[in-house]
């Protein structure tokens, strides 16, 4: 009777045993402690997806690489044959393709609210300064010799706090560490709340943490909301041209949020259609994570290094923001600095949690979340540049 | 072997993206400016006639 059919007990190997109880780790992270649930649980499920021996759900090559089907023709023919998976065409022509991780932008763009950047346009520099995680994670990761030249830049690129841009990257750099890396880039942003704070503390004074703020932001007019995305894109495309697919779809799905009368594909963008994609990402991401692939020290190495990077992009924001208070008579509070570091909304609310708890009169919600999203411009100019000088 | 040119070569892109980033803000401070200005403009127009 046993004969008839083959179960997995005999092929599963202990490295495949810690991923599933891994990926149970991160479903746990996701659904009882609530951290980035919509990411954590389908990368989760993913990685027990193909973790469990013989399921045919992803298939590997013997080099390590997801298996393809050599032409379109052959597709059909090769997933009956058991030589591809279902999540082996999800990464084929969704994500290798890079039309994923674009869309889900396009989908962030019709989610973000622009006019604290537009009310307070020095918030550009704050998610300039605050890319700085990205450069010294890159350095430190490239220098040890763990990593080479592309693979430094993708580690490095987990400072940016924004997942879209860094597996853009990744898939064009990198393919074979999305699965650590991708794992990193969401799970830091869902301990923001816990990395930042102390950062915070050490650069800033008692009496700057008070410093207040008028709670009232100009208001933008709808002229400037249309504006907005349009002569970003045009400038920032002419300025690194590499970034122009990734801001590209940002900026138009920005621009459906804000025309007044694209609300019904704004809301799809923002709703069912960023849900379905960010679900198929997550897990075909979770699908990467291979024992093979994922249990080695480069995956320590750079869970390690994206702490680094969350760490100095604080930093970095933190800096700006003294910097600037030098030539201004009303100063501004530096913690909205750190707020620059992308990761929409976490950080915006950790400064306004600071800021009220140093000065309970302060509201600095509105004026964090002006960096906020400029820091998502950043990292998309960020990329451009990086894609620029390592894309041959 | 690790290329200390690249490094430093990558930094630059560092200064770069804080290069772009102030041109964005300063094109949207003077568009927000511009758009400011000639709304008062229309206003006082309007008040006139």
């Not at chain 1, 149970?24 to 980035?36: D, P, S």
């Not at chain 1, 301990?191 to 100009?218: C, D, H």
């Not at chain 1, 930093?315 to 530096?334: S, T």
């Not at chain 1, 708890?357 to 950043?378: D, E, S």
């Amino acid at each position: 009777m046993f004969g008839l059919y083959e179960t997995a007990f005999g092929s599963i190997t202990w490295g495949e045993i810690i991923m599933v109880l891994l990926g149970g780790l991160m479903i746990y992270l996701g659904i009882v402690r609530n951290f980035e649930p919509l990411l954590l649980v389908p990368m989760g499920f993913g990685m027990i997806l193909v973790n469990i021996p013989l399921g045919g759900l992803m298939i590997y090559s013997p080099q390590g690489f997801p298996a393809e089907a050599t032409t379109l023709g052959q597709l059909l023919q090769d997933i009956a044959d058991g030589k591809v998976g279902l999540l082996n065409v999800i990464f084929a022509y969704g994500i290798k393709t890079e039309i994923i991780p674009l869309l889900i932008f396009l989908g962030l763009g019709a989610l973000i609210d622009f006019s604290p950047t537009i009310a307070r346009p020095i918030s550009f520099f704050f998610g300039a300064t605050a890319q700085l995680g990205v450069f010294v994670a890159f350095s430190i990761a490239y220098v040890s010799g763990l990593f080479t030249l592309n693979e430094a830049a993708c580690v490095g690129l987990i400072g940016g706090s924004d997942g879209p841009p860094t597996i853009y990257l990744t898939v064009a750099l990198a393919p074979q560490l999305l699965g650590p890396i991708a794992l990193a880039a969401y799970s830091y942003m869902a301990l923001v709340p816990i990395i930042q704070p102390p950062v915070i503390r050490l650069f800033t004074t008692r009496k700057e943490r008070a410093i207040y703020m008028s709670p009232k932001v100009r208001e933008v007019s709808k002229l400037e909301l249309v504006l907005f995305p349009a002569v970003i894109f045009i400038v920032a495309a002419l300025f690194v041209p590499k970034c122009a697919p990734i801001i590209g779809m940002l900026m138009f799905g920005n621009l459906l949020r804000v025309t007044g009368v694209t609300e019904r594909l704004a809301q799809t963008a923002g709703t069912v259609f960023i849900d379905v994609l960010t679900f198929l990402l997550a897990l075909t991401v979770g699908g990467l994570m291979i024992a093979e692939v994922f249990l080695t020290p480069q995956t320590l190495a750079i869970i390690g290094l994206a702490a680094v990077a969350f760490v100095f992009s604080t930093i970095g924001g933190l800096l700006g923001a003294k910097l600037v208070n030098l030539f201004l008579k009303e100063k501004i509070n530096p913690m909205i600095g750190a707020a620059g570091v992308s990761a929409v909304p976490m950080s915006a609310r950790v400064v306004q949690k600071m800021g009220q708890k140093a000065n309970p009169r302060n509201f600095l919600l509105m004026h964090a979340m002006g960096p906020n999203t400029a820091g998502v411009i950043g990292t998309a100019v960020v990329t451009g540049i990086l894609y620029g000088m390592l894309v041959k | 072997m690790v290329d200390l040119a690249m490094v430093a070569r990558l930094w630059s892109a560092y200064g770069v993206n804080i290069l772009v980033l102030i041109i964005l803000l300063l094109i949207a401070w003077i568009v927000g400016l511009a758009i400011r200005r000639s709304r008062v403009k229309d206003k006082q127009g309007s008040e006139k006639t």
